[in-house]
């Protein structure tokens, strides 16, 4: 479903919400930390916004700071380019983003423990869009299986699909799904973002039923 202007701009002061574009809307260059910001004032923004899929993560490392860049488009420190590059060019540019712990802020996702009425307030939040059904595109272990288990409680008809997360922690499980692709060692041989890229690439050419 793509986004009417009022709805954009119910997003735009949003603490965790946000949209999956980096640098310009057409995605036309790779997101490096050249062109890592949003584009907000974009013109031709509102083609590219949907809500056929709504990407999430667990938390927020820290929150956001007044007049800051918003949530998933931070620094290069974050690996918040990785991210952008591995959507570029995919179904999923232009996607919403969000959290699912809005409520807690630390780096150490192993101090995030999401209650049950989070799943709850993420669906308030994505049909608060207009989003009937989106896919949840799930970055990271922890986030997936909740929101998963309550999905499925829930009756949720949406499809929810797991992503390794971008964070430069997770080198060793993005580079043990690479292996699985193209064999043992083989992600010795490229960078941290082409791993990465492929990885998510795969899984979404694989899982994912969404042309645009």
């Not at 310009?24 to 031709?44: K, V």
């Not at 949907?50 to 700071?65: F, P, Q, Y």
């Not at 990785?82 to 630390?106: C, H, N």
Request: glycine share 8%.
């Amino acid at each position: 479903m793509t986004i009417s202007s009022h709805l954009y701009k119910k997003s735009r002061d949003s603490e965790h919400g946000t949209w999956a574009v980096w640098g310009d809307p057409s995605g036309s260059l790779p997101i490096s930390g050249d062109n890592l910001h949003f584009p907000a004032d974009d013109e031709s923004l509102l083609d590219v916004l949907h809500t056929d899929v709504v990407v999430v993560a667990l938390n927020r490392g820290s929150k956001r700071e007044i007049d800051g860049p918003p949530n998933f488009h931070t620094s290069v420190k974050s690996n918040d380019h990785l991210l952008g590059e591995a959507l570029r060019g995919t179904p999923v540019w232009g996607a919403y983003m969000t959290d699912l712990a809005k409520d807690i802020f630390d780096p150490d996702a192993t101090k995030a423990i999401p209650k049950s009425s989070d799943f709850d307030a993420l669906l308030e939040e994505v049909r608060g869009l207009g989003a009937t059904n989106p896919t949840f595109l799930v970055l990271g272990k922890q986030a997936h299986q909740l929101i998963q288990q309550l999905a499925a409680e829930r009756k949720y008809p949406g499809k929810v699909i797991l992503l390794p997360h971008y964070s430069g922690a997770n080198n060793g499980n993005i580079s043990r799904y690479y292996n699985e692709i193209f064999g043992p060692d083989s992600a010795r041989s490229v960078s941290n973002i082409e791993r990465y890229k492929t990885v998510v690439k795969s899984i979404l050419d694989e899982q994912l039923q969404l042309s645009r």
